[in-house]
């Protein structure tokens, strides 16, 4: 399309203007918008453009802490010298400067923030899809709507209830929070999940006398495996990428704060300690790149659905 | 360290969690075998429970709270309302969110578009496209720390001519290569802001390049063979064919977009602090709550928050239904 745009003549009046030179069939100009080196050339330019930025705090990361603030990272090109030191240091669990029991906190937090939302949106999911009771649209429409509100509404009042119930400074106060927050999105799309299986197969359980728990776990959780994995790695970015309900809810120092809290203290407090920031930001960030790049449909399906939450 | 414990903390956690909910499906299997009739209750009841505690009662609490004062005392009626619309530290909190609002979605919308057309069936397209989504999966603040080192600035006046300053940030270094001097990025307003709006661009051109890519790949081959036929070709083709089939993507990857915009945090708040006058609604919520004690206040731009995102889903679902013709 680029190069459709660079040449206007073509580009304004089409194949209709046959008397331009050179004169082009049809398919060779619907395929030139691809082939064109000039369309190469700004997709080569946007993902280098977009590379740079990540390449040059990785390659820092691998720099001696002294070379990092006398020269630029490019330089290596002309001056190699590397070095592990600085992950050394920030895995290092005898420095106070250690990601180490950061990284732990933020595996604690993520898993159950991630188990206790999947469970919970499966039955409620399930009995909004195909159970009836009483008030049951009304209800389903209310969960839905409470996607668009957004967790800054709800922090302080949480904060005084967890204050109360003496589960401030927890991991409970965390995995609570990331579970309310996740189950409106997650019981919107299982459900829209579960509704796409046949009605029929339902109904012939039903009358041969199986019950709703039965069906839920014999037949249900099978079939949904797509929709777990899809909400699944959402609510794993999600929790693993938060800061705003670490910085509310976790408790001071080491005792429950994930790694993006640390980064963001260490950002503030050490700004210009680019040997540790750069290896503690790629040290956060391995996890959710392998776990991205591994199950990458899966997440374009979670996010699409998942547009409004936050 | 205390590693263990912790790790059997997360275990007991997710034991005592099963247990309760086995309980509960218990008590439903057994209520379903004497003939009772609603079971559905059993199942969404936990979840009810668990959004009515987190989500129904904090968000009222919180509208409660917009209209009393900053311990949460007395009533003062919409004077928290007031000032946000009327103080002049708030009034700059307002522009930036308007700025981010507008700016992002297109931008980033503009760039995933014309990346998604110029990869769609490219030799190498999935290492292609991986390359800008990348971006989405890492968090807000690792990506604030990558560009805060791109626009990393050193003062060329601490320098000797012997020893002159070397720039660190890449940014400023290739302005000095093309002859001009370093830029404090972070420091001037309104530009500031700009530079801000520049990291969300850059991870939300991904989640748009993706969403519309998957929709061009959806148009139906018979459409764009017949357009081919009838001569249609490069800029026409965009124009008539493949951009009013992918307009209901369009407009989601948009609103999508403007409403991370409404509710960015992470990044103001880890590149400026909300200093510089680039400060944005949420981290002025998180800096009154939190910070300045002001209850009433945070509450009320908290309110207004919810309140702008409300329009944006409307609308969004509004062209979903014209769309799906319903």
Same mark, same amino acid.
């Given at each position: 399309m680029m190069a459709e745009l660079t040449t206007p003549d073509v580009a304004i009046d #089409?194949?209709?203007?046959?008397?331009?030179?050179?004169v082009r069939t049809r398919g060779e100009i619907a395929k030139r918008g691809l082939s064109s080196p000039w369309a190469s050339l700004v997709a080569v330019i946007l993902a280098v453009v977009w590379t740079i930025p990540t390449a040059g705090l990785l390659v820092t990361s691998f720099r001696p802490s002294l070379d990092i603030n006398k020269?630029? &990272? &490019?330089t290596v090109f002309t001056n190699p010298d590397f070095t592990l030191d600085n992950y050394k240091q920030v895995l290092d669990?005898?420095?106070?400067?250690?990601l180490t029991p950061y990284l732990i906190n933020s595996i604690v937090i993520t898993i159950p923030a991630v188990l206790l939302p999947i469970l919970l949106a499966c039955l409620a999911a399930y009995a909004f899809a195909w159970t009836k009771f009483k008030g049951k649209n009304v209800l389903f429409v209310a969960v839905f709507a409470l996607?668009?509100?957004?967790i800054q509404v709800t922090l302080l009042p949480l904060l005084t209830l967890y204050v109360k119930l003496h589960l401030?400074?927890?991991f409970w106060a965390i995995w609570l929070s990331h579970t309310m927050f996740g189950l409106p999105l997650a019981i919107f799309l299982l459900h829209n999940f579960m509704r796409e299986i046949p009605g029929e197969l339902i109904e012939a359980a039903r009358v041969d006398g199986a019950g709703h728990v039965t069906i839920f776990f014999r037949m249900m959780l099978p079939m949904l495996k797509p929709a777990l994995a899809a909400f699944g790695i959402y609510q794993f970015l999600w929790v693993w990428n938060d800061l705003l309900v670490a910085l509310t809810f976790a408790g001071p120092g080491t005792a429950t704060a994930p790694m993006t809290k640390f980064l963001f203290d260490l950002t503030g407090?050490? #700004?210009?300690a680019w040997y540790l920031l750069s290896a503690g930001a790629f040290v956060s960030m391995i996890i959710p790149v392998i776990v991205f790049l591994s199950l990458q449909r899966y997440f374009v399906r979670g996010l699409l659905a998942g547009s409004v939450k936050g | 360290m205390d590693v263990a414990p912790k790790l059997l903390d997360m275990v007991w956690a997710i034991l005592i969690f099963g247990a309760v909910i086995a309980v509960i499906l218990g008590l439903a299997a057994l209520y379903e075998k004497r003939g009772?009739?609603?079971?559905g209750w059993w199942f969404v009841g936990p979840s009810l429970v668990l959004l009515a505690i987190g989500l129904v009662y904090p968000a009222l609490k919180t509208l409660w709270n917009s209209f009393r004062d900053a311990a949460g005392g007395s009533f003062v009626g919409i004077d928290n309302y007031t000032s946000i619309f009327t103080n002049s530290d708030e009034l700059v909190v307002l522009r930036n969110t308007v700025l981010w609002t507008l700016v992002t979605p297109f931008v980033a919308t503009a760039i995933g578009l014309l990346y998604a057309i110029l990869v769609?069936?490219?030799?190498g397209e999935a290492v292609a496209k991986a390359v800008i989504f990348?971006?989405?999966?890492?968090?807000l603040v690792g990506a604030s720390i990558i560009w805060k080192f791109m626009y990393d600035f050193r003062d060329?006046?601490? #320098?000797?001519?012997?020893?002159p300053i070397q720039q660190i940030g890449l940014i400023n270094q290739v302005i000095v290569w093309l002859g001009g001097k370093p830029y404090?990025?972070?420091?001037?307003s309104p530009w500031n802001t700009f530079f801000l709006i520049v990291v969300m661009i850059w991870i939300q051109a991904g989640f748009a390049m993706t969403i519309l890519s998957a929709s061009i790949k959806a148009i139906p081959a018979d459409i764009v063979e017949a357009a081919r036929l009838d001569g249609v070709g490069g800029f026409q083709m965009f124009r008539f064919v493949t951009f009013p089939s992918i307009r209901p993507a369009v407009v989601v990857v948009l609103t999508t977009i403007a409403i991370a915009c409404l509710k960015v945090f992470d990044i103001v708040r880890t590149m400026t602090g909300g200093n510089f006058d680039t400060n944005v609604i949420a981290n002025e919520f998180y800096s009154q709550t939190?910070?300045?004690?002001n209850q009433g206040l945070g509450a009320a731009l908290a309110v207004v928050l919810f309140v702008l995102v409300i329009p944006i889903i409307v609308y969004n679902v509004r062209q979903l239904r014209a769309s799906e013709g319903r």
């Open positions: #089409g194949a209709t203007v046959s008397e331009k030179p050179p020269t630029g &990272w &490019w669990t005898s420095q106070t400067s250690s996607q668009v509100v957004p401030n400074g927890t407090s050490r #700004g210009n | 009772g009739r609603r079971a769609d069936r490219a030799k990348l971006p989405m999966a890492i968090s060329p006046a601490g #320098g000797t001519t012997k020893h404090n990025f972070l420091l001037n939190f910070s300045a004690a």
